[in-house]
């Protein structure tokens, strides 16, 4: 490692810090200051204190509004870790045993991934419908009425994570799949040598050894679900249909500050406020649980 | 060694089973692209009557489709371009030379891995309203570009740490200037980890929905998954349009990726490996 | 050529492409969120190019649910269209009061003294006075009957809310979902709950929420709130998860025999099926030979943007949209009843839509509660898609209501 020039060095860093500067960090600080301004429509409406932020909190309507939408992420987020990140697992260490096919199988599974959640939502929307829809008319073919699943309180928020299980299950398979490689063969066959079963395989030797994969794979998850926005929006609208019952954080903040169709109204200041708070949580949870993970991965490593 | 061979089986049940519910509604989406509202009403899962062209023409004839397609691909082409020149020049300046606070700046890049940058979406409006950058492609690209960089930072300096220095050094002692080395030497060796950041943030640029619909609205600008939304609200009632349309605007990125499926995966899952 | 030096020439291309073609002179755009209005619009805008040979006007529509998002960010940067369609009531003030609009008198227009001060006065922002758009639509709130469907079970379209529940029945036991509505998109539960508890709640009603002598908790409303349930049975199978195309499609094809709507669906429902066989009809009564109240409210304006570079043109179009020759024309293009002095109503339909108005009471959260956020309306049609798919009463509804709108209302918050 060298030392140069300080103008070479300024000139390989400028770019890309001026771009974080102005377009992340300069923006963040403005939600900030945001947050504690009134707005009289777009403009600024003077100095606000913390009552943007009391509103959202503990203010009905809003208060009941926000812990409802952080409730749904809670559900999405359990929902994802337990189902579509398990589901990734199995599936990861079935292509692992590399049967004939598994290539096959394995750009399969990746498909969903690279299409758009617009495309996504749109698709399972369709899917989905009570009178069209293709998911009813298996049902029916086998005697069962199915529900009108966007519709009905309970399968509404069910059914987006559904869709968002076939739209990510791909990615956290093959991360795992990648961590599973890595794995010496050796370690996999002494195992094997001394009678493990593939579950026994799965619980005791492969799962303290993908720990660093499993980090990113939860960290990527908390993050994905509480940021959840394209696949409700498109699937259950910016109401979050019916009655709320699909509403996240990232649906009601959107909502809150630029309107919804035609009876909502733009309120920059408690949108600033909601965006403010949602960053502080998903910041000090992010950063205590990698801090928990890594000492996991240590500890079982 | 029977039950190796119930245990094989009951795995390949458990990837054909995933296979289907994965394919399935790929395959719906293709074929009601092809069949009218009343086919659909009748027999949602049947075979289209006669492989009508219909709803692709009124694709075409209707909708500005193919401006959209070329809009996505021109901002998604020029984003990932900036962004790889912006990530490799800090990346090697940070991977390959000693400097006070090297570590700190590191840092601070890696935690723009952590924000989202939607939750800005009031004020970083202002900020490009203020640079006169709203409605513009220029802006989308910045924009994109800020929120690669961490990632792209990420990936490529783990890879430029990693390189061997005897090259280097070979090329300085010949008299090489700082800029020679970094684009002849080291840029080659650096290319896995380029297509890698390449592809990783090409895929979610190309998909994004969001800022395009707040900062672009000119017709005539308009991303993809963005005009998508436009036809979805014209077509409403025609669910064969409907279809036909997704089958469509989802066409490009799978044939992409059926051709690169290796590439695809490897950039998009080997970020979260390293 | 490798992948990517082509891919760094496709992004010099694309920094080299210049951000805005040049605007030809004359050129102005109109922006809407009425997608499915173009070719009517592109109709109008052709007579103005007749009159005004030297302006073009280019037509550029968004999606319902981001013209908002879009409009407002357009507008803050100093863009936008020439001329934009804008909403009325508390959807207007919001941008108004911000100064994106360019205010209207009879000096500018000098046709606004053709329109009656009842829809100039959705056009007002409240705090100056002062008109912000040009008033182009009135909308009613009724029900769309298929006639053929009622003639070929044999059965005559109700009057009353009973006769609904029994009329429903039989056109259930025939095999027709009595009604199309269901109840996925918001917006459309606040239409449905505005006709079908509008037997229940009259004029006086309405007067005593505006004097506050009531609220919405009041035991009328809740009632009529609670009468909604009553019509579940009549509306298409799995009705919490139809969507409004989706009851329009139930409608048009004939599969079901009434969709709560309003009149500005008549354009639209004449264009996707020309064969329909539809009559319009004020909401029911609540007893035989009782006043049926349609629901009345003004759609929303056309505004001229205040930073326009070619506000001239801009005022030379709206102006143009004031005349009784453009009433007369968007009435008939787009089966809208223009609130213009004289406009010649062509369509039977429209026409009797008018005289309905003659009794009728305000779409009152529309006209009296879209002021302040949280909105009568999104309170309402939460409330009522929550009741539909979950299970709060009506009660809570009228709780929830009462509770948000005090939040600014003053003659609330001393209950």
């Known amino acids: 490692m060298r030392s140069v020039s300080p103008l070479w060095l300024a000139f390989l860093l400028a770019p890309a810090a001026l771009t974080m500067l102005v377009f992340v960090a300069w923006p963040l600080l403005g939600a900030f200051r945001y947050a504690f301004f009134d707005f009289n429509g777009l403009a600024t409406a003077g100095f606000a204190g913390l009552h943007n932020f009391t509103d959202v909190l503990f203010e009905p309507p809003w208060s009941a509004w926000t812990f409802q939408a952080l409730r749904h992420n809670i559900v999405v987020f359990a929902a994802l870790m337990i189902v579509q990140n398990g589901l990734a697992y199995l599936i990861a260490f079935a292509l692992l045993k590399a049967l004939p096919g598994h290539r096959l199988h394995q750009v399969i599974v990746f498909l969903p991934v690279v299409l758009s959640a617009v495309i996504v939502g749109f698709l399972w929307k369709l899917l989905l419908h009570p009178l069209f829809g293709v998911v009813n008319a298996l049902l029916a073919a086998i005697h069962i009425q199915g529900p009108p699943w966007l519709g009905d309180a309970e399968t509404a928020l069910p059914s987006i994570i559904l869709a968002n299980l076939w739209h990510w299950t791909g990615f956290p398979a093959?991360?795992?799949?990648?961590?599973?490689?890595?794995?010496?063969?050796?370690?996999?066959?002494?195992?094997?040598?001394?009678?493990?079963?593939?579950?026994?395989?799965l619980r005791r030797i492969i799962w303290p050894l993908v720990a660093p994969a499993a980090t990113i794979i939860f960290t990527l998850t908390f993050i994905g679900s509480f940021n959840w926005f394209e696949l409700p929006y498109v699937m259950a609208g910016l109401s979050g249909a019916p009655g709320g019952?699909?509403?996240?954080?990232?649906?009601?903040?959107?909502?809150?500050?630029?309107?919804?169709?035609?009876?909502?109204?733009?309120?920059?200041?408690?949108?600033?406020?909601?965006?403010?708070?949602?960053?502080?949580?998903?910041?000090?949870?992010?950063?205590v649980a990698l801090r928990l993970l890594r000492r996991r991965e240590v500890d079982i490593g | 060694m029977k039950a190796d061979r119930l245990s094989a089986g009951l795995i390949q049940a458990l990837l054909l089973l995933n296979a289907l519910f994965m394919l399935t509604p790929i395959a719906v989406m293709g074929l009601s692209a092809f069949k009218t509202n009343a086919e659909l009403f009748a027999s949602p899962m049947a075979l289209p009557e006669a492989f009508s062209l219909d709803n692709l023409r009124t694709i075409f004839r209707e909708t500005s489709f193919l401006l959209y397609l070329g809009n996505s691909v021109l901002i998604t082409a020029?984003?990932?371009?900036?962004?790889?020149?912006?990530?490799?020049?800090?990346?090697?300046?940070?991977?390959?030379?000693?400097?006070?606070?090297?570590?700190?700046?590191?840092?601070?890049?890696?935690?723009?891995?952590?924000?989202?940058?939607?939750?800005?979406?009031?004020?970083?409006?202002?900020?490009?309203?203020?640079?006169?950058?709203?409605?513009?492609?220029?802006?989308?690209?910045?924009?994109?570009?800020?929120?690669?960089?961490?990632?792209?930072?990420?990936?490529?300096?783990?890879?430029?740490?990693?390189?061997p220095g005897e090259l280097e050094e070979a090329a300085r002692i010949e008299g090489a200037s700082?800029?020679?080395?970094?684009?002849?030497?080291?840029?080659?060796?650096?290319?896995?980890?380029?297509?890698?950041?390449?592809?990783?943030?090409?895929?979610?640029?190309?998909?994004?929905?969001?800022?395009?619909?707040?900062?672009?609205?000119?017709?005539?600008?308009?991303?993809?998954?963005?005009?998508?939304?436009v036809f979805m609200g014209e077509f409403n009632t025609d669910w064969g349009v409907l279809f036909a349309g997704l089958t469509l605007s989802a066409l490009p990125i799978t044939l992409c990726y059926i051709l690169l499926s290796k590439q695809f995966i490897a950039g998009l899952t080997q970020g979260a490996v390293k | 050529m490798s992948i990517r030096t082509r891919l760094l020439q496709a992004a010099a291309i694309a920094g080299l492409i210049p951000l805005a073609a040049p605007a030809f002179a004359g050129d102005i755009t109109f922006w809407t969120w009425r997608q499915e209005d173009r070719a009517a619009y592109t109709e109008l805008f052709n007579d103005f190019t007749k009159l005004n040979p030297d302006i073009h006007v280019k037509f550029e529509s968004f999606a319902a649910e981001n013209y908002n998002t879009?409009?407002?960010?357009?507008?803050?940067?100093?863009?936008?269209?020439?001329?934009?369609?804008?909403?009325?009531?508390?959807?207007?003030?919001?941008?108004?009061?911000?100064?994106?609009?360019?205010?209207?008198?009879?000096?500018?227009?000098?046709?606004?003294?053709?329109?009656?001060?009842?829809?100039?006065?959705?056009?007002?922002?409240?705090?100056?006075?002062?008109?912000y758009a040009l008033p182009y639509a009135s909308q009613t709130l009724g029900l769309f009957i298929n006639k053929d469907v009622f003639a070929k079970a044999g059965l005559t379209p109700p009057e009353t809310f009973?006769?609904?529940?029994?009329?429903?029945?039989?056109?259930?036991?025939?095999?027709?979902?009595?009604?199309?509505?269901?109840?996925?998109?918001?917006?459309?539960?606040?239409?449905?709950?505005?006709?079908?508890?509008?037997?229940?709640?009259?004029?006086?009603?309405?007067?005593?929420?505006?004097?506050?002598?009531?609220?919405?908790?009041?035991?009328?409303?809740?009632?009529?709130l609670g009468k909604l349930l009553e019509l579940k049975d009549l509306m298409p199978q799995g009705y919490t998860g139809i969507d409004y195309p989706t009851g329009q499609q139930l409608f048009l094809s004939g599969r079901a025999a009434i969709f709560a709507g309003g009149s500005f669906e008549i354009a639209n429902f004449r264009k996707q099926?020309?064969?329909?066989?539809?009559?319009?009809?004020?909401?029911?009564?609540?007893?035989?030979?009782?006043?049926?109240?349609?629901?009345?409210?003004?759609?929303?304006?056309?505004?001229?943007?205040?930073?326009?570079?070619?506000?001239?043109?801009?005022?030379?179009?709206?102006?143009?949209?004031?005349?009784?020759?453009?009433?007369?024309?968007?009435?008939?293009?787009?089966?809208?009843?223009?609130p213009i002095k004289g406009v010649t109503?062509?369509?039977?339909?429209?026409?009797?839509?008018?005289?309905?108005?003659?009794?009728?009471?305000?779409?009152?959260?529309?006209?009296?509660?879209?002021?302040?956020?949280?909105?009568?309306?999104?309170?309402?049609?939460?409330?009522?898609?929550?009741?539909?798919?979950?299970?709060?009463?009506?009660?809570?509804?009228?709780?929830?209501?009462?509770?948000?709108?005090?939040?600014?209302?003053?003659?609330?918050?001393?209950?």
């Open chain 3, 273 to 338: 099926n020309p064969k329909i066989n539809m009559d319009f009809v004020a909401p029911l009564a609540a007893t035989k030979g009782g006043a049926r109240y349609v629901a009345k409210f003004f759609d929303g304006g056309y505004a001229v943007n205040a930073k326009s570079p070619n506000q001239a043109d801009a005022l030379k179009l709206v102006r143009f949209m004031g005349t009784k020759a453009y009433g007369d024309k968007f009435a008939a293009l787009l089966g809208n009843i223009s």
């Open chain 2, 178 to 229: 700082e800029a020679r080395v970094l684009w002849q030497i080291m840029l080659p060796l650096a290319r896995p980890a380029l297509i890698i950041a390449g592809i990783q943030n090409a895929v979610p640029i190309w998909n994004d929905f969001f800022f395009p619909l707040v900062f672009l609205t000119t017709d005539r600008l308009k991303t993809l998954p963005q005009g998508l939304t």
């Open chain 3, 70 to 131: 879009i409009a407002s960010t357009a507008l803050a940067a100093g863009r936008g269209g020439d001329v934009l369609q804008a909403r009325a009531y508390g959807g207007l003030e919001v941008f108004a009061k911000t100064g994106y609009y360019l205010p209207l008198d009879t000096t500018n227009v000098p046709e606004l003294a053709n329109l009656p001060a009842e829809a100039l006065a959705a056009e007002t922002l409240r705090a100056d006075g002062r008109v």
């Open chain 1, 245 to 287: 019952a699909t509403d996240v954080l990232g649906l009601y903040f959107y909502r809150t500050a630029f309107g919804s169709v035609s009876s909502g109204l733009q309120d920059f200041g408690h949108g600033s406020a909601l965006a403010v708070l949602m960053f502080a949580f998903l910041a000090a949870v992010s950063s």
């Open chain 1, 174 to 201: 093959l991360i795992f799949l990648a961590a599973m490689q890595r794995i010496p063969a050796e370690t996999l066959e002494a195992a094997r040598l001394d009678g493990a079963t593939d579950g026994v395989l």
């Open chain 3, 345 to 415: 109503l062509e369509d039977p339909l429209l026409s009797k839509v008018a005289t309905l108005n003659a009794v009728s009471i305000p779409y009152i959260m529309a006209v009296y509660f879209r002021f302040d956020t949280p909105t009568g309306s999104e309170l309402l049609s939460g409330g009522v898609q929550k009741m539909f798919a979950g299970n709060i009463t009506p009660a809570q509804i009228g709780a929830d209501v009462t509770a948000g709108i005090s939040r600014y209302y003053e003659p609330f918050q001393k209950k």
């Open chain 2, 78 to 163: 020029a984003s990932v371009a900036v962004l790889l020149v912006f990530a490799t020049m800090a990346s090697y300046a940070m991977a390959r030379y000693a400097f006070r606070g090297r570590e700190t700046l590191l840092l601070l890049f890696l935690a723009g891995l952590m924000v989202p940058l939607k939750l800005a979406i009031i004020p970083l409006f202002v900020q490009l309203d203020w640079l006169g950058l709203i409605d513009s492609r220029p802006g989308l690209v910045l924009v994109y570009v800020a929120m690669g960089l961490p990632s792209a930072i990420f990936i490529l300096t783990g890879f430029l740490r990693a390189l």
């Open chain 3, 162 to 224: 009973d006769e609904l529940l029994t009329v429903g029945k039989a056109l259930k036991e025939k095999g027709i979902t009595p009604i199309a509505n269901g109840t996925a998109t918001a917006w459309m539960d606040e239409v449905f709950a505005g006709i079908f508890t509008a037997p229940f709640l009259g004029p006086d009603f309405v007067a005593d929420i505006l004097a506050g002598r009531a609220t919405f908790a009041d035991p009328r409303y809740v009632a009529a």
